[in-house]
């Protein structure tokens, strides 16, 4: 068989090809990139506090590490499978939410027998005797920008059967972060320097008596098998008003899905709204084109002549949801000329080191922080003015209408760039200007015509 140049060529590429596709089919990997967020994760630091006989007390604290993502009502659940014969005998700030099966023990019963326990946040309200510092807040944590003094989540363990010095103890394994659903991949718990805890006056350090950290990176692939937002676009220079596009986050199929979605005039809508599966934190939307939970809405609303302003509006088509802390991420390229904004907080992010071109925004606590469920008061809005940089500043091509948004750490789908309300062609106007001249220059003339 004659094997020119050229088949090797052939072959060569053919086989690269295969490779790749079978080291992607094959591929499983713990870490998550988010461009916007490129350092952000969430991680839990399990420090041993004091030996007992048969095992140790540890403070587990997950810290929010991520930006702009938080994790919202009903909370997160921690999970993990012990390495030896490890229970539970205790908790404080936190509870498993099975027991397990503990009838080997006689007279006291640990909290938990099971080999993989998974552990939830104890709710507002719970006594004083069974808190700790950063605990039962039902599982919500706030992102680091947004409230860093909420951004962590604390619970207290008193773990037996487990060793009772740095030798003999074992690191659990398979941790699990559900906030509440999938989405995050925790990697393995490795063994760190011990945590320092430095006295309120200042004048003492202790530290743990063996600290193990685990980082948990957020996917928004594994997290929903559809969007959660969308975007639509306006602009005063253009009638066309840009719509989600259709099938957004899923298509209106009440033939096969009944209760897919919920028609606003329906005169059962209360019923549904208020029936016993209100506590299910499925999305229940409101019955529209796109079908997407959360829609945000960019207005270029007016120009001047050195700046130009935007309205940014937030509408929440979800019935079951109330969006707490709700955040929004924006990128466009003027942001570095933001002048002023209305009823919103700000801080700018810069993921691209000296490149200012990506804004985060929130609700003003306690006036527009709490994003209401689907109905007349279900949104929220502001105003952007922008200064005008005569170097870049364009209403040409889409320039106007931002690159990427990101509502509470989910990147919304935009309108295809085609769509876009289109600036109107200059020759047209000037034609339009040019017709309207010569009509208002043949009324004068007549009309002196007539007069005279």
Not at 256 to 265: E, I
């Amino acid at each position: 068989m004659d094997f020119g140049f050229g088949s090797v060529s052939k072959y060569t590429t053919i086989a690269i090809v295969l490779v790749i596709l079978l080291s992607w089919s094959n591929f499983t990997s713990t870490e998550a990139y988010d461009p916007l967020d490129p350092n952000g994760n969430i991680t839990i630091k399990w420090d041993i506090m004091n030996w007992t006989p048969d095992g140790y007390v540890a403070v587990v604290t997950m810290y929010n590490f991520q930006q702009y993502r938080h994790i919202q009502a009903p909370g997160w659940s921690l999970g993990w499978t012990w390495a030896k014969k490890e229970v539970i005998w205790a908790m404080i700030g936190g509870q498993t939410t099975e027991q397990g099966d503990c009838s080997r023990f006689k007279g006291n019963i640990p909290h938990c027998c099971k080999k993989d326990p998974t552990v939830v946040d104890l709710l507002p309200g719970t006594p004083y005797n069974l808190q700790i510092a950063n605990c039962c807040k039902g599982g919500v944590i706030n992102s680091w920008v947004q409230d860093p003094a909420t951004a962590a989540s604390s619970f207290q363990v008193s773990v037996g059967q487990a060793g009772t010095t740095n030798k003999t103890v074992r690191v659990p394994k398979n941790f699990t972060l559900k906030a509440p659903g999938p989405g995050y991949t925790c990697g393995p718990a490795k063994v760190g320097k011990s945590t320092k805890f430095y006295a309120q006056d200042g004048r003492r350090v202790t530290q743990a008596m063996m600290t193990w950290n685990v980082t948990c990176t957020y996917s928004q692939f594994l997290a929903q098998k559809t969007p959660t937002c969308c975007v639509s676009l306006s602009s005063f220079y253009n009638d066309t008003i840009v719509p989600c596009p259709t099938c957004t986050c899923g298509c209106q199929n009440n033939s096969t899905q009944p209760g897919s979605c919920v028609d606003p005039k329906s005169p059962y809508l209360a019923s549904v709204v208020s029936s016993p599966s209100k506590n299910n934190y499925a999305p229940l939307v409101q019955c529209t084109s796109h079908m997407c939970p959360i829609r945000i809405h960019w207005h270029v609303k007016l120009n001047y002549k050195e700046y130009w302003r935007v309205k940014v509006t937030i509408t929440n088509f979800n019935y079951r949801m109330n969006y707490t802390q709700w955040n929004l991420v924006i990128q466009h390229p003027n942001f570095d000329n933001l002048t002023q904004l209305f009823s919103f907080m700000y801080k700018p992010l810069t993921p691209y080191a000296a490149i200012n071109d990506t804004a985060m925004l929130w609700g003003v606590k306690f006036y527009n922080d709490l994003l209401m469920q689907a109905g007349p008061l279900g949104n929220v809005q502001s105003e952007l003015l922008f200064q005008k940089d005569t170097s870049t500043f364009t209403f040409e091509k889409g320039w106007a209408f931002p690159r990427r948004i990101y509502f509470n750490g989910d990147n919304c789908v935009m309108p295809p760039p085609d769509a876009y309300p289109f600036l109107p062609n200059t020759s047209s106007r000037q034609k339009i200007s040019l017709l309207r001249l010569m009509m208002a220059l043949l009324l004068s003339l007549a009309f002196f015509v007539a007069c005279v």
